[in-house]
């Protein structure tokens, strides 16, 4: 159905031309790298970003390889030929599925076995020398994306572990009972406050850590179900890395997009809140349909509880402040730790001892300092050493994850998908949508770090995009989407795995509290309600045409800090 601006191109809004044929289609040839104005056919320039939470400012090339040089054949290759280079990574996906859906084993560090395993069985595929092949290996390992998710995995596990230690659970416990929140709606006030603080700070991984590390254990012991309350927790970090203005997915989409990050924000809030309230409403319902855990011991918790925990949401309203006010993440949390360090021991919180201690296994004068103890092991430990460690897996897993998504970049992988995709799938504007939604969700279902999977496939949108004159807000919008919502539903991704790892960590929730504390990551796929329902309503938007527009509705403003 048409209007009658339909026979203007620069009038076109969301309703498709007759044929689904765009307005003023660019050539298929059109650059990819999303330089100059989007409706500029000429020779792009690399657009420069914002500062990134991470404290870089960056383009797409400068934090993950897209494969896009100057020699058009792949760097390694394989017997098999392009399609081979998936094998590192398709193995590891098929190890996840079986470890963790099949036998139900939840462990970290059994997928980092399938992710080695995976690459050495990638490597009797490579014709002639190795060499390349080991050597992206290391390239993949020290690209900037890995190392962002790592340290905010690093920082984010110090400060909210000092904040348990601290009695924040505790505080959190006595306040939902003062609230009358209960069992019921606690899984739905989770998705709507971590939602608020990943928005906030920019990083729902550091989100994750926090809620699951604090507010996790204080639902559970009140009686909210295990999976809904950790599945809930993943929502909220789905929307905020989806809509924060400093979150590294929204900052990557923009830039790879040549679309502004404020008007980004403001044109995909729309699509972000149709997810999040149909995403409450199921939280509100399955929260009274589900069954909590028994805990022995939680009554009498419950009934200790204190208020003076709370003492530590000023803590996490400085590492929200100094976010928002543009402060490098590092930074931003750092001060929230030192603050909650400081209130720890002021209020008498926790002791020296409980935040960083040394034991030995001999008095000695040093004992006499009050980070200082004796005991039968010797070994450093307290919320600083607990919080970064118990993440060392993950860090692992990684690292190779990165690597392995380096060898399909350099074996021609991603430029197969391209390829078949372009030439057989995306033959009008509708199609072209479609396969960019479900491209996005098939790289992002197997690389798991969502930057590092978004800013894989950018290019290919931006080609796929201009092609039929798709205009870069959208684009943006749909590269997003997906890399937001699925880096926190499978097993074996990112998002799930940091929560997961705080779980199960040498001093996690289910040392701490006991089993019911740990959830497998398989049990939480089909409650990350938000983001399920933000992949679907994308699947919808590019059926119908909703709020589709093209190039000449309206360009993109320079790039810059909303």
Excluded at 357 to 378: I, K, M, R, S, Y
Excluded at 494 to 521: H, K, R, S
Excluded at 536 to 546: K, N
Aim: proline share 5%; with cysteine; charged share 15%.
């Amino acid at each position: 159905m048409t209007d009658p601006s339909d026979g203007d191109p620069t009038r076109q809004t969301g309703e498709e031309s007759p044929g689904d044929e765009p307005p003023d289609a660019k050539r298929p040839g059109a650059d990819p790298t999303g330089g100059g104005s989007p409706g500029d056919d000429g020779p792009a320039t690399p657009v420069e970003g914002p500062a990134l939470p991470d404290g870089g400012s960056q383009t797409a090339a400068d934090d993950f390889d897209d494969g896009s040089g100057d020699d058009s054949d792949p760097k390694i290759n394989f017997y098999g030929g392009k399609w081979a280079s998936t094998i590192p990574i398709a193995f590891f996906i098929f190890w996840a599925i079986i470890q963790s859906g099949v036998l139900g084993i939840g462990d970290t560090n059994g997928l980092v076995v399938g992710a080695l395993i995976g690459t050495i069985l990638g490597m009797f595929f490579v014709r002639g020398d190795w060499k390349a092949y080991a050597d992206t290996i290391f390239e993949g390992m020290t690209q900037r994306v890995a190392a962002t998710a790592i340290v905010a995995w690093l920082w984010a596990g110090m400060f909210a572990e000092t904040l348990q230690v601290g009695g924040f659970v505790e505080g959190l416990i006595y306040a939902a009972d003062a609230l009358n929140v209960g069992a019921a709606t606690f899984p739905a006030a989770a998705f709507v406050l971590c939602g608020l603080l990943a928005t906030g700070i920019g990083t729902g991984y550091g989100a994750t850590v926090a809620f699951v590390t604090l507010f996790f254990p204080a639902g559970v012991l009140i009686g909210a179900n295990p999976v809904l309350l950790f599945a809930a927790i993943l929502s909220g970090a789905v929307f905020g890395d989806n809509l924060a203005p400093v979150s590294d997915t929204t900052i990557v989409s923009a830039v790879t997009q040549d679309a502004d990050i404020g008007g980004v924000v403001a044109s995909r809030f729309k699509y972000a809140i149709m997810a999040a309230v149909p995403a409450f409403a199921a939280y509100l319902i399955m929260g009274s349909v589900l069954s909590g855990a028994s805990l022995e011991g939680s009554a009498a918790l419950r009934e200790s509880a204190t208020a003076i925990g709370l003492v530590h949401l000023i803590s996490m309203g400085v590492v929200i402040a100094t976010a928002v006010a543009g402060r490098h993440i590092v930074e931003a949390i750092s001060w929230g730790l030192i603050v909650a360090v400081v209130f720890n021991l002021g209020f008498g919180l926790s002791s020296v001892a409980d935040v960083l201690v040394f034991t030995t296994t001999e008095a000695t004068p040093a004992a006499a300092l009050p980070f200082v103890q004796v005991g039968e092991t010797a070994g450093v430990g307290g919320s600083l050493y607990s919080g970064a460690i118990g993440f060392f897996p993950l860090i692992v897993l990684t690292l190779l994850i990165v690597s392995m998504a380096q060898i399909m970049i350099r074996g021609g992988g991603f430029e197969a998908i391209q390829d078949f995709l372009l030439e057989s799938v995306a033959t009008n504007v509708r199609r072209a949508e479609l396969t960019m939604v479900l491209g996005t969700a098939t790289i992002n279902g197997m690389i798991t770090i969502n930057t590092a999977a978004e800013i894989a496939i950018a290019p290919y949108i931006a080609r796929i995009g201009e092609k039929f004159n798709i205009n870069g807000y959208r684009r943006a919008n749909i590269l997003d989407a997906n890399t937001s919502a699925l880096g926190y539903i499978f097993p074996w991704a990112g998002g799930v795995l940091v929560g997961y790892q705080v779980m199960v960590g040498p001093d996690g929730l289910g040392a701490e509290y006991g089993p019911e504390m740990v959830v497998n990551p398989i049990d939480v796929v089909p409650y990350v309600f938000h983001g399920w329902f933000l992949v679907i309503v994308f699947l919808i938007a590019a059926i119908t045409g909703f709020g589709r527009e093209y190039i000449p509705d309206r360009t993109s403003e320079e790039v810059s800090r909303a």
